[in-house]
């Protein structure tokens, strides 16, 4: 194998191995949420829906709100390579989405807040 050859497919190689993907909690769909009703749907409920919560919070009002998260991170492996990767690369790029289900005093949903950041 030629000399430049086999450095293409090394740094090609360097490339593919340095390139990573970091993520963490599930994506909510929202159009399961439209399935929950106001006043009507339990916390039971919105969990056999949606999943297990990443957190509950009780408040000091006796309202509850369930917690689902995600975040992802991503390294685009030209990024790294050394000299050329701050200017061939695309560097890292990170999101977080959060879904906030609220229920009242007796335990029946409310209303959802949902935001996504980029």
Request: with cysteine.
């Amino acid at each position: 194998m030629q000399k430049p050859v086999r450095w293409h497919l090394t740094a090609l190689l360097a490339t593919v191995l340095l390139s990573a993907c970091a993520t963490q909690g599930q994506h909510m769909d929202t159009m399961k949420l439209g399935e929950l009703k106001p006043g009507v749907s339990t916390i039971d409920d919105a969990e056999r829906l949606l999943g297990q919560p990443q957190s509950v919070s009780r408040h000091p009002d006796g309202t509850t709100t369930l917690g689902y998260s995600f975040s992802s991170v991503q390294t685009d492996g030209k990024s790294m390579i050394p000299i050329v990767g701050g200017l061939i690369g695309k560097g890292t790029t990170s999101s977080v989405e959060y879904t906030g289900v609220n229920f009242d005093k007796a335990g029946r949903y409310t209303s959802y807040s949902s935001y996504q950041h980029q």
